[in-house]
C-alpha cells in the first residue's frame, strides 16, 4: 500500500519547518512525527531538496536557495542562526568581549568572527560551511 505524500513524515515535517517563526529548529521539535530514523530520514531529503541546513549536531537551520549559486543560504544569516540555536538550548551566553567594545564605542573596529561568551556548559559545535560559532575562554564554560 502506497502512503500518499501528504500523509508522510516528509510533509508533515515540512508544513513544521514552514510554519515556524523560529529560524533554528532542534531535533526535539519533530520528534513527534514518527521514530528516530523515520524523522532522520525525513530531516535528509529537506536537507537534500535545501529547505534546512544542519548547522550542528540536532541543530537544523531554516534555508532557501540562492538565486546565483546552487547552495542553501541560511535564512537571516549564520551569525542569527547560531545564538538563536543556543537561546533555543538553553544556553547562557553573551557577546565577545570584541563586540561588548565596538558596542560600547570603546573600539572602531569591527569585530569578525562570531564569538560568544558562555554562562553556561556547552559541549557542541556550531558550524556552516566555512562560519563557525566560537567560545571566548573555556568552551565548558561555569
Known sequence: MKVAYRDSIEYKALQLVEKSADRVLLRKDFS???SYRQVSRALKKLIEKKRLVKI???IYAKA???KYLDVPLIEG???IAAREALNRMGVDWKPGSAEEAYNARQTQQVPVQN???LK???RRKITYVNRQL???G????R
Not at 138 to 141: C, D, G, K, T, V
Open 32 to 34: 513527534h512525527l514518527g
Open 56 to 58: 550542528g549536531h540536532g
Open 64 to 66: 532557501y536557495e540562492s
Open 77 to 79: 544569516g549564520f551569525d
Open 115 to 117: 564569538v560568544v561568551r
Open 120 to 122: 553556561s556548559r556547552l
Open 134 to 136: 566560537y567560545f571566548e
Open 138 to 141: 573555556n568552551a565548558n564554560a
